[in-house]
T-cell receptor, first 115, second 115 residues
């Protein structure tokens, strides 16, 4: 399986500020994704991070709020902008499409608390 | 109608018994199916993938897929207390071409293995 390193693992931020989360994969992957998991809930896809082009956002998520970069096949960032307490959640990076299969693996997640 | 449905549980089984976890999905073109295990406070860990109708066994785990009924299940034999976790069913439309497509997750079933 691919090893995905995500940082920071947790942070407490003031409302109105922004936080950038980094995701590093130990090998090239075709696809990278960003998910959100709110307390007691399942995972919701925020966007697909496309290498060399703009991310593809799911309904309810917009680029101004969650800008994403993916400069190469092993790295991506997600920024949570102008944060409010409603953004408190776990943010998860996922990568897949490695070695010809469709399995996707997750980083350890970033637990964000906005105060 | 939810795209991927699971019973939230908790499902309680005694140690040594078989735990049976079920999942139904609504999109008939779905091609790839995954089971993830998530311990409290941790990120999801891939434990099984299945692409064809029938059974797939890996150690104590067996995944079963019935595309006609749009149903996928996970059996855990000889359940151990360490199996106590939330099990997430995930579905995507990638056709094993090496491209991991975005996953749609169920809400998860919480499994409790009792001594």
């Amino acid at each position: 399986s691919a090893v995905i390193s995500q940082k920071p693992s947790r942070d407490i931020c003031q409302r109105g500020t922004s936080l950038t989360i980094q995701c590093q994969v130990d090998s090239q992957v075709t696809m990278m994704f960003w998910y959100r998991q709110q307390p007691g809930q399942s995972l919701t896809l925020i966007a697909t991070a496309n290498q060399g082009s703009e991310a593809t956002y799911e309904s309810g998520f917009v680029i101004d709020k969650f800008p994403i970069s993916r400069p190469n096949l092993t790295f991506s960032t997600l920024t949570v902008s102008n944060m409010s307490p409603e953004d408190s959640s776990i943010y998860l990076c996922s990568g897949g499409g490695r070695q010809g299969n469709t399995e996707a693996f997750f980083g350890q997640g970033t637990r964000l608390t906005v105060v | 109608q939810k795209e991927v449905e699971q019973n939230s549980g908790p499902l309680s089984v005694p140690e040594g018994a078989i735990a049976s976890l079920n999942c139904t999905y609504s999109d008939r073109v779905s091609q790839s199916f995954f089971w993830y295990r998530q311990y409290s406070g941790k990120s999801p860990e891939l434990i099984m993938s299945i692409y064809s109708n029938g059974d797939k066994e890996d150690g104590r785990f067996t995944a079963q897929l019935n595309k006609a009924s749009q149903y996928v299940s996970l059996l855990i034999r000889d359940s151990q207390p360490s199996d106590s976790a939330t099990y997430l069913c995930a579905v995507n439309m990638a056709l094993g071409t090496g491209t991991a497509s975005k996953l749609t997750f169920g809400t998860g079933t919480r499994l409790q293995v009792t001594l």
